[in-house]
DNA sequence: TTGAAAGCGCTAACAC
DNA sequence: GTGTTAGCGCTTTCAA
């Protein structure tokens, strides 16, 4: 037999029905002890492996679920990957995770992929969907949303409140003296960016501070922006004492530019991030920002899922909480900034 | 029609045989123009999508190739993906990435799922398989091995030349002046971490410096242990002024308890990594590293899994240069650290 | 407790 | 150029 064998080899040099194999590797408390010792030594024996497809296609279920990014190298993600991938291997899901790349055409194909039967359902962290998509969205495939929101759709989601901890993030600068404080935002046309540029607002409304839309530079997530716009900031010669950016990796960008201009953290400026991914501690000084569950939260994302596959009706949004990392990257407002 | 169509429903709506609308789909250029457009509208109208357990059920092909890395929350094997990605996006591939945690569970899963017609082959990035999958070679699926080498299997392979790269890194540091270079090695039981100790020892050899075993620590690539064996290094006060990491993620954690202990980079100890990581030019000061051209590697994997695929016989193997960055973490030789 | 048999949705060989 | 049809390998009634 160099063929790989199917359940009817099997059968056959189990002398038995394929049947019997079937509910042998399925519901083996069906099948009589002996006829499943003999239907085991079989399977053994040949290297049986079920061919999936097949019964992805006779069950229409494939136990697989889609794990979707904004952007894979954002290491961020890993440790949702981590949690989502623990909950779907203690229930016997396999996870696949894509990389959207902000682009539509990528987007459609991985949703496509569920279409497909390829995998059951999708957990989301992107943070809009191709119109087209949302129109017709009777025809989504089931989808939970993790962090982000998507306009216009109702979704279960694992949130946190984001609006909340860039407060707590800004209002931490304000205690420290800071009244010039710029923020480097996350995408405007999306609910992540818009959340925390709304926690950023109350929270110098809260200390009576003016908003000044100049220190406002719209900004991506992405390290080379928030790099390019530190040094925007910097050129218009705006005086500034702190940044607040909307994630880690425009926080490290604003660092590097800053050093690069030959400013000292956070005895000039104070930097806060916006995730505490690994390189946020890592850094030097280590940066100050906002922790998120990760592992919790992809685990719940799993959890929804799970609920969404096998139960009737839309799962309950679950909430987590954030938290305020306190490090060396911000200190008490010493003098203004004007290069 | 509610229900997801299938192939027959839009069959009967563009008023042809379910051949056609295969056909259609698969070849259109075997299709009259007009029965296409026909069909086409068809498909439109249902927003039929083909049932991909169905085709892979009767083709035997799944299209989709799985990459299994070491440690997915290694930031190197992001851009390894991104390039197999792009390699697999051109040919019609689909990838799936995997974490192997060093567990071999994880791995037979993932074979397995290979195996169940799920994906064509995979592309391995890590340094050994269980004991049974290499004693039943025979049974393995299509496999590439990128980087890594699995002791007693010969498989088409994207190399670089490990040992040439760790003899630049340390001829690198001997050219500073310095004579005890301390090693933080890799897994010590598999290619990667045996070459990169064998660069070390030739570089020491051709400078005419005794090999000493005392500065040679085991690691395993990560970043924890980077740290614990540059303290345990530093506790046994044994005299050495650099470190060659066999990673850039161990020499950050070199970095750390370094300057926990008041060190400081490169005056007291140069430090050299291996990956040229996103952090490495993250960190200050930056690091001394080598750099392998990542995404080329990834495609150039892809490559040979679609050769291995599509063609008879075994695809030959690619080998790729790798590059020294010199940066700010590593200078010359002052004084030698005894603490 | 087991077997026979239908059929999941698709593709491809063959017939027209 | 297009239709008919036989399965790919599995699970799951239904019957025994």
Chains 1, 2 share one sequence.
Do not use: W
């Not at 790989?4 to 509910?23: E, F, H, Q």
């Not at 205690?175 to 992540?192: N, V």
Request: proline share 5%.
């Amino acid at each position: 037999m160099t063929q790989k064998p199917n359940i009817r080899d099997v059968a056959k040099l189990a002398g038995v029905s394929t049947a019997t194999v079937s509910r042998t590797l399925a519901q083996p408390a069906m099948v009589k002890e002996e006829t499943r010792r003999r239907v085991m030594s079989a399977v053994e024996a040949m290297g049986f492996v079920p061919n999936s497809s097949a019964r992805v296609l006779r069950t229409q279920t494939s136990k697989t679920v889609i794990l979707l990014v904004r952007d894979i190298s954002n290491p961020f993600y890993l440790d949702i990957y981590k949690g989502v991938e623990e909950a779907a291997f203690e229930a016997g899901y396999k996870v696949l995770m894509g990389d959207a790349r902000d682009d539509d055409v990528r987007i459609e194909h991985y949703i496509d992929t569920v279409r497909e039967r390829h995998a059951d359902g999708m957990i989301l962290m992107i943070g809009h969907l191709p119109e087209k998509l949302i129109t017709g969205a009777a025809k989504l495939p089931p989808i939970v949303v993790a962090l982000e929101a998507i306009e216009n759709l109702e979704l279960p989601t694992v949130r946190v409140d984001n609006v909340a901890a860039a407060r707590k993030a800004v209002r931490h600068l304000v205690d420290l003296g800071h009244r010039r404080i710029a923020h480097i935002t996350g995408p405007l046309d999306e609910y992540l960016g818009k959340a925390r540029l709304e926690g950023y607002r109350r929270a110098l409304e809260e200390a009576g501070i003016a908003f000044d839309p100049d220190l406002v530079l719209a900004g991506d997530f992405s390290l080379v922006v928030g790099h390019n716009q530190t040094e925007r900031l910097l050129d218009r010669r705006i005086p500034f004492t702190a940044i607040f950016a909307a994630s880690d990796q425009m926080a490290i960008g604003a660092v590097t530019a800053l050093r690069s201009r030959s400013l000292t953290i956070p005895d000039n400026v104070s930097v806060v991030g916006f995730d505490d991914t690994l390189m946020a501690s890592m850094i030097d000084p280590a940066l100050t920002t906002i922790h998120q569950p990760r592992r919790e939260i992809g685990r719940a994302a799993m959890g929804l899922m799970i609920e969404r596959l096998t139960k009737a009706g839309t799962p309950a949004d679950r909430c987590f909480p954030t938290e305020l990392v306190v490090r060396g990257s911000t200190g008490p407002c010493a003098a203004t900034v004007s290069p």
